[in-house]
């Protein structure tokens, strides 16, 4: 599927929205209709895959968990935009559902919103869970449900042009030797490397493994860290490595122009696998370099199952066991290769690789990466990613210097936080 990684934008725009719609009723998806724990009843789980019906996989695993659980689950997919939004409004209400499915980003929105329980209250295990993906649904000390699974990003490369340039792609190691490369692939005619540099989410997501992997940290944009991974993209348009169509790219405008064949690399997630297959020559992928070398710490998509607020306390006991089922190992097996995501346990990670081979740089890239409200940002992230990916756009179309346009983005970014 085309995972939160691609529609955590309008998620986050939702997010920012929220506030000032005014409330209407849900009465139709509530879960407070049903009885307590104790007595079965009916439980509601809301998630962000509509494209999946009655007949599909996930809707049975859901079916079999309630089952399990001894309740009838009624379950609701809605778009991932529509969905915060409800979400939101029904915390309002105090008509949320049991079990809720979102988007990474948006748990510390809805845990400051008072709208989600800690692993604390419910007693939900996340021993098993790595830790760097759990990171995203923690703030202020508390842990808010657990991850279903991620997605992240790497680059792709287009192994018939590399090797007509003469470059090994098993020396692309870090920064210089990636830029050699991509020198190498210019000075024969063709084009080097392309990504998403539009000014919105996409584009501070698709920017944040170049930026971490500077070292960089986003509570200080203007840092010498930061101004070099700015100045590693600025340099690769300067010298045609890049094409000037990056400034208004889409994850998925970007995906096409490597589809087209002219470029040799292309930063984009696992969520383009299955298209991946369809391309008319041999790829490859490698994880996105640090600028030292190693893999650079790239954002994780993917969604967080967590249980909502709810008057009758008496319902999180048999919450905590659906949520359990859903993200049991065996289950996880399934459910993560249905959506195209890498496990957040290790062992079912082991199992994926031993499938699919192909999945094992997907996995080392998503040991390695972070959530984009973790280190306690919450929900001062979009407050800073908005200056950061202005900051990107001015960069790339000349308006401003690297060092410049990062100084103005710390600046507003600093202001919004206070």
């Known amino acids: 599927m085309k995972t939160s990684a ?60 309630g089952t399990a659980a001894g309740v009838t689950v009624k379950r609701t997919g809605y778009d991932t935009t529509d969905l915060t939004n409800k979400a939101l409004l029904a915390a309002q209400q105090n008509n949320s559902p049991d079990v809720l499915i979102i988007d990474n980003p948006v748990i510390s ?24 993906l759990l990171g995203a649904g923690q703030t202020g000390g508390k842990t808010y449900g657990v991850p279903i699974g991620a997605n992240t990003l790497a680059l792709y490369y287009n192994k018939d042009l590399l090797t007509k340039a003469g470059v090994d792609v098993a020396s692309v190691k870090d920064w210089p030797s990636l830029t050699a490369a991509l020198q ?16 919105t989410e996409e584009g501070s997501f698709q920017f944040l493994p170049w930026y971490w992997g500077s070292g960089a940290q986003l509570t200080a944009l203007d840092s010498p860290q930061a101004v070099s991974a700015l100045t590693l993209w600025t340099d690769w348009l300067k010298k045609g490595y890049a094409p000037n169509s990056v400034i208004n790219n889409t994850q998925t405008t970007s995906w096409q122009e490597f589809a087209s064949g002219d470029f040799a690399f292309s930063e984009n997630g696992t969520w383009q696998l299955a298209n991946a297959e369809k391309l008319g020559f041999s790829y490859g992928i490698i994880p996105v370099p640090a600028s030292a070398g190693g893999t650079a710490p790239a954002p994780t998509g993917g969604e967080f199952v967590s249980i909502p607020v709810q008057s009758k306390t008496d319902r999180y006991a048999t919450s905590e066991k659906l949520v359990s089922c859903l993200t049991s190992p065996d289950n996880l097996l399934t459910t993560d290769t249905t959506l195209s995501y890498i496990a957040p346990v290790a062992a079912v990670q082991e199992k994926q690789v031993a499938a699919n081979p192909k999945l094992k740089v997907w996995v080392d890239a998503v040991q390695a990466a972070k959530g984009r409200t973790g280190d306690n940002l919450g929900t ?39």
Request: hydrophobic content about 35%.
């Open 109 to 132: 929105t809805l845990a400051e919103a008072g709208a989600l329980t800690s692993t604390d209250e419910t007693k939900l295990d996340t021993s098993a869970m790595a830790p760097n």
């Open 184 to 199: 190498k692939v210019k000075a024969k005619g063709k084009k080097g490397i392309t990504f998403s540099a539009i000014g």
């Open 6 to 65: 691609r529609r955590m934008g309008a998620a986050l725009i939702a997010v920012a929205i929220a506030g000032g719609v005014g409330a209407c009723s849900h009465s139709d998806d509530t879960s407070t209709g049903g009885t307590s724990s104790s007595g079965g009843g009916t439980y509601a789980i809301w998630d962000p895959y509509p494209q999946f019906d009655d007949s599909s996989d996930w809707v049975k695993l859901l079916t079999k968990c």
């Open 380 to 418: 001062k992230y979009p407050k800073i990613s908005e200056p950061l990916w202005t900051a990107v756009q001015a960069a790339l179309s000349g308006s401003k210097s690297p060092q410049d346009a990062l100084k103005a983005a710390q600046s507003t970014a600093a202001a919004a936080t206070k």
